[in-house]
């Protein structure tokens, strides 16, 4: 089977020792916060039995990767020193990769701190995800010399240029960033692109970028989107509070399905797997036994 060029079998997101195969399925990440200002659910998991539970919870609801969060990347949010996101998150880390109920979960760290992400590493900790997407070349030393799964997110810095987004450029920019860490490297198949849904453009140019999925396929990288509770989902729907918004992001990853997306990044597991289920088996043909939790 083709798509964009390439073999669905050949593709593959490969983090430590961990290989999931791209093109078949698309994947569920589960958001674990453990920050109190989230604009979601800022305070619900900032105890580590908590959070390690709500994680066991969102596998078991069809999660096959966890990204853990020490600091908040809400609009107006204020940034975290580097040793008070480590307390944050250390603890919760710790207890997850020790936790046997998520043998074989794939543990992602969301920071964007070099320092941050080294100890993460050290700890064992196989995916790193930066919202500056690798911007920063401190942040490319950082995980050059692991075996890490990366996420590398469009981003820039404000202001940003005037007028709409142009998908096309963001391409170019995830490639040549992409290439850069090549260098430094990192192989490819190591790094999902994340469009960055909520991030460095304007709320209506979402629904250009969504508009524009297939563009981000068939490249170097798989493709990882994160719409959950987007602030451009409430607008549209006049649904002022973040969890109102679960059906909507529910649909928003169906139809990613559809564009080729490899991973859906969200708060609600359990309402997000039953629409991906169906989405798989509709454009992908996968069984309803395939459909699971699990890899």
Not at 33 to 54: C, I, K, R
Not at 71 to 83: D, F, I, K, Q
């Amino acid at each position: 089977m083709q798509e964009g060029g390439r073999r669905v079998e050949d593709r593959r997101f490969r983090f430590g020792g961990t290989v999931l195969p791209l093109g078949r399925r698309t994947y569920i990440m589960g958001i674990l916060n453990v920050t109190p200002d989230s604009f979601s659910d800022g305070g619900a998991w900032l105890d580590p039995a908590a959070a390690v539970a709500h994680a066991r919870a969102m596998v078991a609801e069809g999660a096959v990767l966890i990204d853990v969060g020490g600091e908040s990347t809400r609009p107006g949010h204020v940034p975290v020193p580097l040793e008070e996101e480590w307390r944050r998150v250390a603890p919760v880390l710790e207890r997850l990769l020790d936790e046997p109920a998520l043998a074989g979960v794939g543990i992602s760290l969301d920071t964007r701190k070099p320092e941050v992400a080294r100890r993460a590493l050290r700890l064992g900790v196989p995916i790193i995800n930066d919202v500056e997407g690798f911007r920063d070349p401190a942040m490319v030393e950082a995980v050059a010399d692991s075996s890490a799964g990366l996420v590398m997110m469009f981003n820039r810095p404000r202001p940003y240029p005037p007028g709409a987004v142009d998908p096309a450029a963001m391409r170019q920019t995830l490639e040549e960033r992409t290439r850069t860490m090549e260098r430094a490297g990192i192989a490819a198949e190591r790094i999902l692109w994340d469009p960055g849904l909520g991030f460095a453009y304007a709320v209506e140019d979402n629904w250009t970028v969504l508009r524009s999925l297939t563009v981000f396929g068939g490249g170097p990288a798989g493709l990882l989107l994160g719409p959950s509770r987007k602030r451009f989902l409430g607008a549209l729907l006049d649904r002022p509070r973040p969890p109102e918004r679960d059906v909507a992001t529910a649909a928003v990853a169906a139809l990613a399905v559809a564009a080729g997306v490899d991973v859906v990044r969200v708060h609600n597991v359990a309402v997000t797997r039953d629409a991906v289920a169906v989405a798989d088996a509709w454009y992908r043909g996968r069984q309803p036994q395939e459909a699971g939790g699990g890899t």
